[in-house]
């Protein structure tokens, strides 16, 4: 399975982006899904998920501002980001885990990972 990002760049604070994450290989559809963020010299940190089923999960900077959803036609998941924040500058990654573990904000439960997008959001 290899995982591509993008929709990336550089905003003003308040402005959105959305990012996509395309998947080859593998089965999409049965994947949980999840989007981290590492800013520099910082740990990668859980933004947001969803399962197979469409049921969405997210870090408590995240609720109310983006929003992670699907396209299994198009083996593809999305982050909206609206109002977005100097403190959301970070490279994102988005990740697939096999099992749809109940764990989805860890780290170590995703198989696969892509090569991730800067975002950087000026004040």
């Known amino acids: 399975v290899q995982l591509q990002a993008s929709g990336g760049g550089l905003v003003q604070a308040g402005n959105s982006l959305r990012l996509s994450c395309t998947a080859t290989g593998g089965t999409f559809s049965t994947y949980m899904m999840g989007w981290f963020r590492q800013a520099p010299g910082k740990e990668r940190d859980f933004v947001a998920a969803?399962?197979?089923?469409?049921?969405?999960f997210y870090a408590n900077s995240a609720k109310g501002r983006f929003t992670i959803y699907r396209d299994n036609t198009e083996n593809t998941v999305y982050l909206q980001m609206n109002s977005l924040k100097p403190e959301d500058t970070a490279v994102y990654y988005c990740a697939a885990d096999r099992e749809n573990a109940n764990w989805y904000d860890k780290v170590g439960v995703y198989d696969y990972w892509g090569r991730g997008t800067q975002v950087t959001v000026s004040s």
């Open positions: 969803i399962n197979w089923r469409g049921d969405d």
